[in-house]
């Protein structure tokens, strides 16, 4: 007879349906220093699943981890502030910030299950299982699940309820009362809840190994040989001005800003790999990476950037990019005259909604295989993205590509559109000061202020300086490598000691001038003079 039986029996209480032997006897008497342990064991139990989990994961279904399966769900529910919140905070360490803010709300979960379990069981078991079920659900629902995707979530929550529970209910025997605080079962616990901890970061760093060692797609990458390029876009050695602190006119790629909705990067092998052109088309077209490479290939140049690219943001960059125009593939496919455009969906599930017209016009739409020279690096979107002039990331630069869909606005609607942003994205024209950086020392004298500025697919014809209330001065802008890039621009500057604003603006090929008026990313990209207040010493 368990001990919760027998004090129901000779409290003289009958029957299942009684309630007091229903509850009365589960609810284990208020005690902080048990609490406390239980709490303990809670977060053990959830450490240790959490680890196995992890480990199940880099074993078996890399792209289900139960961090990245929670993470990925909360990126997808997120409201739109809520993402961009989380840019304009961390940048492009959103992600990590997730995994950490994840970590500590499941580890308070996990120590409020812990005394829940002890006071009134199973009530803890059923919180821990709950959030296991909850995994489970998700990981199937992922647009890259496969049969093995909610293996690690199940893994995760079978092993924190089990331990969770033994742990647990060993604070309910008789010699863990209140009263006595050095009996064996307060000892077991700890001892084993601290184990668990150990035993669960290690099977996390494991995982981590596991999952270096499995890392499909840059073995791959590493021994990929490119096509050379039928057709390059020369770089102009006056493209760049060549002064300290002033960012490069092409950006190395390990600089490159990166932002997507993937926690765990798509690992996408390019034998298996396949485009397929579909919808409001006359023919279905399907392409593999042999007939991709196989094409002749065009090296051209363009900037990059992201809508959630704040005013002097850094979420911009210019890459050499090798690929097939777009355009030719999708002549192949021959879009129907309703079609106006293309939704682009990555093997991630993520979507893009491109103007047709951005993708048939005299414009080098690639669908690209190489970034700089190298192969795309893999959170680049190896092995083939796509990368459209003209239009923000969000609505054309889809990576780990699988899919074009021709289509209309009218029926279907890219990721972010469905959150709140806008449904076409032409990048709007904008300049950024880099030289002087903010905080930096400037000794009175003479000196270079100097930036880039961009109208991407449209081109920049000037930019404009103004210190203080002074009037505005024309820099000197590098050569262009072509419209659909940055341009570097510089002015002198006879600095003065004292603390001075410096401002900038650009004026686009179309005579346009960049709008003083402030506007927050959302929902169709920053508007807004870079600005830069500094003290002179
Ligand atoms: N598969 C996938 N592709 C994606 C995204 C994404 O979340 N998933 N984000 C887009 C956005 S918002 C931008 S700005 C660019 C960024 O590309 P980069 O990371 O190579 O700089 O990728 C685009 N392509
Ligand atoms: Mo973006």
Request: glycine share 10%; charged share 15%.
């Amino acid at each position: 007879m368990t001990p919760a039986f027998r004090l129901a029996v000779s409290s003289g209480c009958h029957g299942a349906r009684s309630p007091c032997a229903a509850y009365a006897p589960n609810v284990a008497p208020a005690s902080r220093s048990l609490d406390l342990l239980a709490a303990g064991a809670g977060v053990g139990a959830a450490v240790l699943g959490a680890g196995l989990g992890e480990l199940t994961a880099a074993a078996v279904a890399p792209s289900a981890s139960p961090f990245a399966v929670i993470g990925g769900g909360m990126i997808d529910i997120a409201p739109p502030w809520g993402k961009d919140l989380a840019i304009s905070w961390f940048g492009t360490n959103d992600k990590a910030a997730l995994l950490v803010g994840i970590a500590i709300l499941l580890l308070a979960i996990a120590a409020a299950a812990g005394v829940l379990e002890r006071r009134r069981p199973p009530w803890g078991r059923v919180i821990l299982g709950g959030l296991g079920v909850v995994g489970v659900i998700v990981s199937m629902t992922r647009a890259d699940a496969d049969v093995l995707s909610p293996a690690p979530s199940f893994v995760a929550a079978a092993v924190a309820v089990v331990v969770g529970a033994l742990l647990i209910a060993r604070l309910r025997r008789p010699d863990a009362v209140p009263e006595n605080t050095t009996g064996p079962s307060r000892r077991t616990v700890l001892v084993s809840s601290g184990l668990a901890v150990v035993v669960g970061a290690l099977a996390a760093v494991g995982s981590a190994a596991v999952r270096g060692g499995t890392q499909a797609a840059s073995a791959v990458r590493a021994v990929l040989r490119l096509p050379t390029p039928a057709t390059t876009t020369p770089v102009p050695a006056t493209a760049e001005l060549g002064i300290d602190g002033l960012s490069p006119v092409i950006t190395p790629s390990a600089d490159f800003y990166r932002i997507d909705t993937a926690l765990v990067v798509p690992q996408v092998d390019p034998s298996t790999w396949s485009l397929r052109i579909h919808g409001l088309v006359e023919e279905d077209v399907v392409l593999t990476w042999d007939d991709l490479v196989a094409l002749p290939q065009r090296e051209t140049v363009a900037t990059l950037v992201c809508v959630s690219n704040e005013v002097g943001g850094d979420l911009i960059g210019t890459a050499r990019w090798l690929g097939v125009p777009i355009r030719d593939l999708l002549a192949r496919a021959k879009p129907t005259a309703d079609a106006d455009m293309v939704l682009s969906h990555s093997i991630d599930g993520f979507t893009a909604s491109t103007p047709l017209e951005a993708l048939t016009d005299e414009r080098d739409a690639l669908l690209a295989i190489g970034m700089n020279g190298e192969a795309l690096p893999v959170e680049h979107g190896f092995p083939v993205r796509m990368v459209v002039p003209g239009l923000y990331g969000y609505v054309s630069a889809t990576k780990w590509v699988t899919e074009l869909e021709v289509t209309r606005y009218a029926v279907a609607e890219g990721y972010w559109t469905s959150r709140g942003w806008s449904a076409r994205g032409p990048v709007k024209l904008a300049s950024r000061i880099d030289v002087p950086r903010a905080g930096a020392r400037v000794t009175a004298g003479s000196t270079v202020i100097a930036g880039v500025a961009w109208h991407n697919h449209v081109g920049v014809s000037g930019v404009d300086v103004q210190i203080d209330d002074g009037p505005w001065t024309p820099a000197k802008l590098a050569t262009a490598i072509s419209a659909d890039t940055w341009v570097q621009w510089s002015v002198p500057w006879d600095a003065t000691s004292g603390t001075h604003t410096i401002r900038c603006r650009a004026t686009s090929a179309t005579g346009e001038t960049q709008t003083p008026q402030r506007a927050a990313p959302a929902p169709d990209g920053a508007t807004g003079w870079d600005e830069l207040t500094l003290t002179v010493a």
